[in-house]
């Protein structure tokens, strides 16, 4: 995003205000580029400072800058600098605010309501001084109490008696809130007799600051406890850091049973009707769905696991019908390739997570309560206690070595038969950079290749995770991941490990286009215009790309074979999965200099292929030109290498007869008569394609 392009962004946005899904998408692409140009983030905050309240344009700023927060967090949690670099950008604008004058109470809550929804520690700058929000002289005690009370009934009544809505609503406050009156109004609330009340102290119970935990833990002390929030209590404790609110909490457990207790209200109990979860995906992040219905209620609970983050995020959702219930959960199957889970699996997976951070986000306590987890405790669990936990180990670790050896090699497969593993790259700054570094393509691929192995542990514990899931889930992977992550821990050679160079691939590619110039969009015909130019691409001159390959595996006619079978896949191949095995061919012989412009070329040969796929005339006087044999084993190469992208559903008998007609052709070249034969077919699968689009 260049000077003059906030702008632009914001004009798109603008245009998008009723186009949901454009807007996420103008949102994702802008808040990436913000990131790369962290100077734009000041100049974004300082024109929210100077846009009056009540402006459509502050709605499009403040979700601008909501998203780049979002952005920056996650950078952070991945190892990268620029999310710092960032957020630093922006405590220096509002500094900058802040001596201008022109960052006012209206600007100070709208600001920290972002940092606080982005989950990140909003700056000291933008809580307001307390004469900004007490009269003059200061009220009494019993006054604020008072208003306290009114506050409160009004949050209740907007959350419709929802908990965590309430305290949604006061998180986005807090940051502007001057530290002492916070912890008042935490220690006010938790105090009152109602049973919502006790809810939102023990999500407070679980705040990411101490003093939040603390004011929360002395509310308690003031309430009379019912079993159910004493039995509450007595887990939620294990939840949190060993600090002065926990110590607090179980002073007030240990008076509250040598007291006695009120008795709990009856609650009509929930049902779990179905789980599903996801693998992690490339940066440790799990999703887990869960349907649940209590007589004609219907609810969703979703929550986020992070690999050394523990639960990131949790949440219930009321549902309208069951049908709606159903529409959710298979969106998030279709989405992501969640699979159906018991609920044992959900009680072990979150007691891992718990055992890897804490405090958890609040939302856990709604969790665990509606699936009836009453007992969820941490559990500390390294890779080892993972798939020794496996009911499959045993057999495993009797396995001969060349039986482990084929489930290893399997992964070579989990790129087309699990979606998510093509997330699974390096990106933090640390193989950024490496990757940056001036050395020749073979140097730099070796360099990575001795930086992942520091990065061994953390791989390990990732498909660990993922054989956990997928044998509760009853997926015959299972024992592949099992396999594999034991050979990482073993210390098997990572080159002898596919998925690892699947790795190793897909951080060069991410590295490539790691650029807000390079921005990757899908094209009609699914390949990636790349406009890191705003020129047109050079056209390629004669023996261009020859010369591009010379002394590699690949030729151009390789390529052309091999980009048609992309082009006529029933099912779409994106370009971050074909593209990796040219580079992989390729790359022995390119420099730093030369690499974008054979990245333009292959994408010049992929649009020319979708045009000769739609011309059955005009492919047919192209193949007769060309060596017909590297033609037809690049061919032969992208079907096979994407044999799920031609689900049987949609591979009629004369594709598999055409098919068999090119495997021939890789060894003995095609007769004339079957040239026509294999253009015609070319443009019917295409046509069909599109059709069904």
Known sequence: MAEGQLDRALRELAGSRDDF?????????????????????????????????????LEDMDDLLGAALEAARMARENHKKRGDA??????????????????????????ARLWARSGLTAPASLELAAEDVAAKPPPERADVDAMLETL??????????????????????FPAMPAQMREHVVQFAVSRPDPIYARLGCYWLLDPEPSIRRSAADGFAERDLTAETTSTLTVLRSWMPEDAARKRIDKVLRDALR??????????????????????????????GIALQSGKRRSAAMVL?????????????????????????????????????????LSDALSVALGEHSPPAPGLVDVAALCGLTELRPRQADTKDLLEGL????????????????????????????????????????????????????ALESALWKWLETRRGWWAHLIARGAAMLEAAGHPDADSFAATAAALLEGRELKKIPVMADVHEQTIEATMFDDPDMVPDPTESGFVELVSEPEPTRPERTGELAKLLKGTSLTPDWIDGYLMAIVIAPKMITPNRWLPI?????????????????????????????????????????????????WATGFTKGCATFKSSWPAKSTRPDDKAMQKLVVTAAKSGFAGSEIRTLSQWIAARHAANRMHA
């Open 21 to 57: 899904d454009a807007r996420r998408g103008i949102l994702e692409r802008e808040s990436h580029a913000l990131l790369h140009r962290p100077a734009l983030g000041g100049q974004l905050l300082a024109r929210i400072c100077a846009t009056a309240d009540g402006d459509p344009v």
């Open 305 to 345: 696991l992070k690999q050394g983050h523990g639960i990131k995020d949790a949440y219930v959702v009321p549902c309208r019908s069951a049908s709606d219930q159903k529409k959710l959960m298979k969106q998030l199957a279709d989405e992501t390739g969640a699979l159906p889970v018991p609920l044992a699996y």
């Open 152 to 173: 409160f009934q009004d949050l209740v009544r907007q959350a419709e008696g929802d908990a965590l809505g309430v305290h949604t609503a006061l998180a986005e406050t």
């Open 259 to 288: 007291e006695g207790v009120s008795p709990a209200e009856g609650a009509e109990p929930w049902t779990v009707l179905s789980i599903m979860s996801t693998l992690p995906d490339g940066g440790g992040a799990q999703s887990i």
């Open 582 to 630: 040219l580079l992989e061919g390729a790359m022995g012989r390119l420099e730093p200099t030369n690499l974008q412009r054979f990245l333009d070329l292959v994408m010049m040969r992929a649009n020319d292929a979708t045009r000769l796929a739609e011309d059955s005339g005009a492919l047919e006087r192209r193949l007769g030109k060309i060596h017909a044999q590297e």
């Open 391 to 442: 009911a499959s180990h045993p057999s495993i670790a009797a396995m001969s070595a060349q039986k482990r050896g084929r489930l290893i090699n399997a992964s070579e497969d989990w790129w087309d038969q699990h979606e998510i593993v093509r997330s699974w790259f390096e990106e933090s700054d640390s193989a950024q950079e490496l990757l940056n570094q001036p050395r020749r393509p073979r």
């Open 86 to 111: 960032f957020l630093a950008a922006l405590e220096e604008g509002l500094e900058l605010a802040t001596r201008g004058g022109t960052l006012g109470a209206t600007h100070r809550m709208l600001l």
